[in-house]
């Protein structure tokens, strides 16, 4: 007579199983991992070059009709510049007021942030007092900014050591740089002052 073998699976075979299917659970679960953290990433980058695609533009727009403000309420173009830092008056029709001036700041503020603040006449006769975050930082985005002046036809980089009464005059041309101090991406445009050539 034969002994007959119960069907089943012992204790051992079945934690083998367990562990095998625990081990291939771990690389599944690490390969997604990856595959989201890479999509996150890509989706960071790209936000981060449409915040500096937005900005560039609101920039340029305002920097593009830099202008002097004609008398009684004679102020200069060129207000106050470093190579972080811009302060001038433009025509640009930033705000709502036509062909009015209005002085721009574009530099960073305490947080970080990208801003821009704004000041001038408004319709309501109250005067704007305002300010726009250009790009916000965050731990996935640090917004840095610089600016070269352009300064006489010869386009030689304006003497920042000079008072800005002395080569405001002349600028001609501001070359600006927005990048991100966490990944590197950098946009850059010169922009040809309209009311100059």
Known sequence: MTARREEGTTLTELLV???????LMVLVGSGMTAVFR?????RS??????????AMLWISRAVRYIDDVDPP????????????????????GLGDVVDAPYQVTIDRDPSGD??????GPSADGEGLDTSYV???????QQPE????????AAETPCNLEDDTSVWGPTLIKVNIVLSDGSSG??????IVLVNRV
């Open 114 to 119: 990208l801003v821009a603040r704004m000041t």
């Open 185 to 190: 991406i950098e946009t850059e445009q010169t």
């Open 38 to 42: 890479g999509i996150a990433d890509s």
């Open 134 to 140: 250009l790009m916000a930082a965050s731990p996935r």
């Open 145 to 152: 900014i610089q600016f070269q002046y352009l300064c006489t």
């Open 17 to 23: 199983a367990i562990g095998v299917f625990s081990v």
């Open 73 to 92: 309420n004679a102020e200069p173009a060129v207000v106050a510049a470093s190579s972080d830092s811009f302060t001038f008056t433009t025509y640009s």
């Open 45 to 54: 980058l790209s936000n981060t070059e449409q915040d500096q695609r937005n």
